[in-house]
């Protein structure tokens, strides 16, 4: 029987991000205006071929910046398949982009992840983290989530970290696959 769990968690923005999305929009929205306001103008003075490469140019600046703002949208998919976690980048909920897959078997470390965890300085890190909000089974309330870390080798990255926010599912089904080491440290 297949061991199968499937997770997507949704990137909160952070004040850096949501000023980023709004100066985009913003001067997006600016730059569009200018462009349509020279493309007016060029249609008053005469020149009608002026005119229509200032609306072409206007219309893909237009579209430019609504789809760069539609990007600001990030969520991570995490795939667990017999031992196989695979990790997705989901943009505006309609690109998927393949991030990693980690053998888990593989894992040399594992643990909960804190801003004091030492990495090495070869090491390659993916942040996949998100906020899937978790409502506590005793009391019903949300809980704030925990984000893990997994060290590895990997062919293409060499010594690698993923730090990533499992659900108790996904973490039960990653733990059962961790090598017995490891297992038992967690336990």
């Known amino acids: ?16 991000d949501r000023f980023k999305a709004m100066a985009l929009f913003v001067g997006g929205a600016l730059l569009t205006l200018v462009l349509g306001v020279i493309s007016v103008i060029m249609l008053f003075s005469g020149s009608s071929l002026g005119f229509l490469f200032g609306a072409a140019l206007t219309a893909a600046c237009g579209f430019a910046t609504w789809r760069l703002f539609q990007n600001t949208q990030v969520e991570y998919e995490y795939t667990f398949t017999n031992g196989s976690l695979d990790i997705d980048k989901i943009l505006a909920k309609t690109r998927r982009k393949a991030l990693i897959t980690v053998e888990v078997r593989k894992v040399t470390d594992f643990g909960v992840y804190s801003d004091s965890a030492k990495e090495a300085s070869d090491m390659t890190v993916f942040s996949a983290t998100g906020s899937p909000r978790v409502p506590d089974e005793e009391n019903g309330e949300t809980k704030k989530p925990v984000n893990y870390y997994a060290d590895f080798p990997h062919e293409e990255y060499g010594n690698t970290r993923l730090i990533f926010t499992p659900d108790e599912k996904m973490l039960g089904m990653v733990t059962r696959a961790l090598p017995g080491a490891l297992r038992n440290k967690i336990k």
Request: charge should be negative; aromatic fraction near 6%.
């Open 1 to 16: 029987m297949d061991n199968f769990a499937e997770q997507l968690v949704t990137r909160e923005p952070d004040s850096s």
